[in-house]
C-alpha cells in the first residue's frame, strides 16, 4: 500500500499521525523470508560465539532496535555500536546513553563513524573486556574471540567489520582491496546470509560473522516503520518516496532543521510536500511530458516529476546534506508513537 504524500501534505503533528496510522498499517508487518532464515541461522550459530556486536543508526537508537536479537541471541556479552554518528544529531547524547541503559539493560554504547574510523577503535578492547569478565562456557580453551554482529538492515555491519579491518590488520589482498572482507551497500538485503568467520585482529585474534539485517516481525508503530524507511532500513517503494519526503518534511519543521531550505535555495520553510517537490523539480530540472487531451487533441505539456523529486529529497537527507537529525527526539521526550492496530 502507498500513502499519497500530497493528499497528506499540510496536516500537522497528532492529526498527520492519524492520517498515516489509517492508511499504512502495512509497513508494519514486513519480514521477508530470508529474515526469518536468517534469524535461526544466527540462533544455531550461537554455539561458536563469544560475544554479540549489535549495530544500530545513530538517527534512531531507540527506533532501531530489534527486540528480537535480546530473546533469540541469549545472554551473550553484548556491546552496542550506533553507527553513522556523523548524520545524527547528537546534542542529547548522555539522554540516549541514560535511556538505552534504563530501558534496556544496554550499559556498553560505542558511537562509530566506520566512513572515517571514529572511534572504531574503541571496539575490540570493548570486546575483550565483556569476554574476558564472562564465562565462555565450552569456548573457554579458545585462544581466538568470535563475535557476531548483528542489527537491522542498512545499519552499517559490514562497514563496521571492513573499518575493523582496516585499524586492526592494515593489509590489503587481491580477494581485499584496501582491506575490505564484506560487501556494503546504501540499501537493505547486501548481506543475505551469516558468513564464514573474518578476521579483523591479529592482539588479541578476534574473528566476526557478518549477519543478514533482521527486522522484527511486526514493526511496533507505523511511524517507527517511517522512520526505518528514511534511514534505509525498508525499501522505499513499500512505503512509497512521495510519502517518505512528505514525513521527512514534517520531522525536519518539527523539530527546526530547516537545512532544506538553503540545501535547495528556497526564499523560506514549506509546510505543503507537493510545493517542495514541485519547487525542487524544477530547480534540479526534474521534469517529465505528459499527453494532455484538449479541445484540440492531445497535447504534450511538462509537468514536474515529482518522484524524482523526492528521491533527490531522500538522497540529500540520507547523505547528510541536510544536516545532522535525531529522529527519535520524540521518544527521548517520552512520547512513544502510538502502537498500529492489530
Not at 85 to 110: F, H, P, S
Not at 200 to 222: K, N, Q
Not at 236 to 251: F, I, P, Q, R
Amino acid at each position: 500500500m502507498r500513502l499519497s504524500a500530497r493528499a497528506l501534505s499540510g496536516v500537522t503533528g497528532a492529526a498527520w499521525r492519524a492520517g498515516v496510522a489509517l492508511r499504512g498499517q502495512d509497513v508494519a508487518r514486513w519480514f521477508p523470508g530470508h529474515m526469518a532464515k536468517g534469524l535461526k541461522k544466527m540462533q544455531s550459530s550461537l554455539t561458536r560465539v563469544d560475544c554479540v556486536i549489535e549495530v544500530r543508526d545513530a538517527r534512531i537508537p531507540l527506533s532501531g532496535r530489534n527486540p528480537v536479537f535480546q530473546e533469540a541471541l541469549g545472554l551473550k556479552p553484548h556491546l552496542l555500536v550506533l553507527n553513522k554518528m556523523d548524520l545524527a544529531d547528537l546534542t542529547e547524547r548522555q539522554k540516549i546513553v541514560q535511556q538505552l541503559e534504563e530501558g534496556e539493560g544496554l550499559r556498553n554504547v560505542i558511537f562509530t563513524n566506520c566512513m572515517t574510523d571514529e572511534n572504531v577503535r574503541q571496539v575490540i578492547p570493548a570486546v575483550s573486556q565483556l569476554i574476558g569478565s564472562s564465562h565462555r562456557y565450552h569456548r573457554g580453551e579458545n585462544v581466538d574471540y568470535c563475535v557476531m554482529v548483528a542489527g537491522i538492515p542498512n545499519v552499517g555491519k559490514s562497514s563496521l567489520i571492513n573499518s575493523l579491518r582496516r585499524q586492526h590488520l592494515r593489509k590489503a589482498t587481491a580477494l581485499c582491496p584496501a582491506g575490505k572482507a564484506t560487501r556494503v551497500g546504501g540499501e537493505p538485503g547486501i548481506t543475505r546470509a551469516v558468513t564464514s568467520r573474518i578476521q579483523v585482529s591479529e592482539r588479541p585474534l578476534v574473528f566476526l560473522l557478518d549477519t543478514p539485517g533482521v527486522l522484527a516481525p511486526r514493526i511496533e508503530s507505523v511511524e517507527t516503520g517511517l522512520k526505518l524507511a528514511l534511514c534505509g532500513a525498508l525499501l522505499d517503494h513499500l512505503v512509497g518516496e512521495e510519502t517518505l519526503a512528505d514525513y521527512l518534511l514534517h520531522t525536519l519543521n518539527e523539530h527546526r532543521l530547516l537545512g532544506y531550505v538553503q540545501h535547495y535555495g528556497l526564499g523560506g520553510t514549506c509546510q505543503d510536500t507537493g510545493h517542495l517537490l514541485k519547487s525542487v523539480a524544477v530547480r534540479l530540472g526534474k521534469t517529465r511530458k505528459v499527453k494532455a487531451l484538449t479541445g484540440t487533441g492531445d497535447v504534450n505539456v511538462v509537468q514536474p516529476n515529482y518522484a524524482a523529486a523526492a528521491r533527490d529529497f531522500l538522497q540529500a537527507f540520507r547523505s547528510g546534506q541536510l544536516g545532522p537529525v535525531m529522529l527519535d527526539r520524540d521518544l527521548l521526550r517520552g512520547h512513544p508513537p502510538a502502537e498500529t492496530e492489530a
